[in-house]
């Protein structure tokens, strides 16, 4: 048996049936579609600009071959569903629970990748690390959270944390098209 094909199988399999059960069916084309296609469109542009710099690799498994194809899989599927099945029970009132709603997601979307890592889903390359993903899943949980109400100020916050991770990881001396 195919680990990583069962694996990605049920994590979308989970995703879906959580969307399906859990989401706010009635309201996602006027409440969610924004953020969905805007977490999208930010995996989209990270994904053209570290083409030739890659962070993180998707292993093929018995059915897809190629990083590509699973990164496109990921990014048409499993974040905008990640980000409407956030945004469906985010709480409205109260900080702390807003908090601990957060602390959720990012706990469970960093326990999902470190059982990938572990079983060789995905590798890290040029200093990217679970510590790192960990650290971007902290800001996006919050990000998906901003961009509802004030996408322009998602978006800033983004394309900050997108320079500050371009300099970091020394993408400005890298090859780009």
Request: aromatic share 16%.
């Amino acid at each position: 048996m195919d680990f990583h094909l069962i694996f990605r199988f049920l994590l979308l399999a989970g995703f879906i049936l959580g969307a399906w059960k859990v989401g706010d069916r009635h309201n996602w084309r006027l409440h969610y579609y924004p953020t969905m296609l805007f977490a999208m469109l930010v995996n989209m542009l990270a994904s053209y600009l570290s083409y030739h710099q890659l962070l993180w690799v998707f292993s093929a498994d018995g059915l897809i071959r190629t990083h590509t194809v699973l990164n496109l899989l990921n990014t048409f599927t499993i974040l905008p569903l990640t980000a409407w099945l956030f945004l469906s029970k985010y709480p409205r009132q109260g900080p702390f629970n807003q908090i601990v709603y957060h602390l959720i997601w990012i706990i469970g979307y960093t326990i999902i990748e470190a059982i990938d890592q572990q079983n060789g889903g995905i590798t890290y390359q040029h200093g990217w690390s679970l510590g790192w993903s960990a650290l971007l899943n902290c800001t996006m949980f919050p990000i998906f959270a901003v961009h509802r109400n004030h996408p322009v100020k998602a978006w800033a916050i983004t394309v900050l944390i997108a320079w500050l991770i371009l300099v970091h990881f020394n993408f400005l001396t890298a090859e780009m098209r």
